[in-house]
């Protein structure tokens, strides 16, 4: 039983295109949270979101924007892709203090 | 606000060595968390190990073991008997306790582990 899961893996788009990106936890965790990779490696959050209220909007182009529809999903929409959006992206899931379960990244290229 | 700095950027081992990385942080506040993440080639990132500020006694898990020096503002990782499979990138990560759970990362530290 993967703990937190997302798909796609791999997804290759064309620029302009409209691309979403699902994660999926089953650990009961209240927050989730998406996670931007470049790469140079540096994580930068994103969104976070605790029993589907978000609490973290960090500054990320209007373009992105996360949904979720009860505390175990927590879905990535892009718009308009560009080729900066180029990067791994990852989701997480966390309980209290205890740290974060992560997706296995969904690595990004628009071309 | 809080910042966390690894210095070194990349290290890298014989197989079987002891090594250290280094981590240091910046905060004003007395009771928060620290971590330190693995991400292998795979890219999953795996949590190694997890450090409560308000405990003295530094954590250990298997060969992993900190080094934590509250005081210093130091948080630095060692690996003993280092593995092929301990190559990875490392982040160091800072938890302030009413922070909505978010974490403050370190740049990362990649490990070479050389056969």
């Known amino acids: 039983d993967t703990a937190v899961s997302q798909t796609p893996k791999y997804l290759v788009t064309q620029m302009g295109n409209d691309k979403s990106i699902k994660c999926e936890q089953n650990?009961?965790?209240?927050?989730m949270y998406w996670y931007k990779q470049d790469s140079k490696k540096f994580l930068k959050i994103m969104f976070s979101y605790n029993n589907k209220e978000l609490i973290i909007n960090e500054t990320v182009p209007n373009r992105f924007s996360p949904k979720s529809p009860d505390k175990a999903h927590l879905n990535l929409h892009i718009n308009s892709l560009e080729l900066g959006d180029s990067a791994v992206y990852f989701c997480a899931s966390s309980l209290d203090s205890y740290g974060y379960t992560f997706g296995s990244g969904t690595r990004l290229t628009v071309v | 606000a809080q910042t966390v700095t690894q210095s070194q950027p990349e290290m890298s081992v014989q197989e079987a060595e002891t090594v250290t990385l280094s981590c240091t942080y910046d905060t004003s506040e007395s009771n928060y968390y620290l971590f330190w993440y693995k991400q292998p080639p795979s890219r999953q990132m795996i949590l190694v190990i997890r450090q409560e500020a308000y405990k003295q006694q530094n954590a250990t898990e298997n060969r992993f073991s900190v080094n934590f020096q509250k005081a210093a503002k130091s948080f630095s990782l060692k690996i003993s008997d280092s593995q092929l499979g301990d190559t990875a990138m490392y982040f160091c990560?800072?938890?302030?306790?009413?922070?909505?759970?978010?974490?403050?990362w370190g740049a990362g530290t990649k490990l070479i582990i050389k056969p």
């Open positions: 650990l009961g965790h209240d927050t």
């Open positions: 990560a800072f938890m302030k306790l009413d922070s909505n759970y978010q974490l403050i």
